[in-house]
Nanobody, 123 residues
Framework: VQLQASGGGLVQAGGSTRLSCAAS????????MEWYRQAPGKQRELVAT???????DYADSVKGRFTISRDNAKNTVYLQMNNLKPEDTAVYYC??????????????????WGQGTLVTVSS
């Protein structure tokens, strides 16, 4: 399973942007999908999680400002980011837990990462 992230870029403080991350491959299903971020000089941190049923959870730092959602038909997860702050500047990564099947039927569970997309919030 491959994840392709898009969106981000340069945004002014107080502004909004939306990230997308689409999963592709053969014979797979996606369970939990997540967004992480890594700011310069800091460790990667979990930002938001959404289960296959749509249950969500957020880091305290983004609650009330970010919204994670998913389109299961498109195997895509979104992160709507509002009221952005300079401290939100980071490379954002999507992550998805997948189950796929080899041609002979063997199931393969994997944790997949997107390539990362940079969000820069200017003050």
């Amino acid at each position: 399973v491959q994840l392709q992230a898009s969106g981000g870029g340069l945004v002014q403080a107080g502004g909004s942007t939306r990230l997308s991350c689409a999963a592709s491959g053969r014979r797979f299903t996606i369970n939990t999908m997540e967004w992480y971020r890594q700011a310069p000089g800091k460790q990667r941190e979990l930002v938001a999680t959404i289960s296959s049923s749509g249950s969500t959870d957020y880091a305290d730092s983004v609650k009330g400002r970010f919204t994670i959602s998913r389109d299961n038909a498109k195997n895509t997860v979104y992160l709507q980011m509002n009221n952005l702050k300079p401290e939100d500047t980071a490379v954002y990564y999507c992550n998805a837990d997948s189950l796929s099947w080899k041609d002979e039927g063997t199931p393969v569970a994997a944790r997949n990462w997107g390539q990362g997309t940079l969000v820069t919030v200017s003050s």
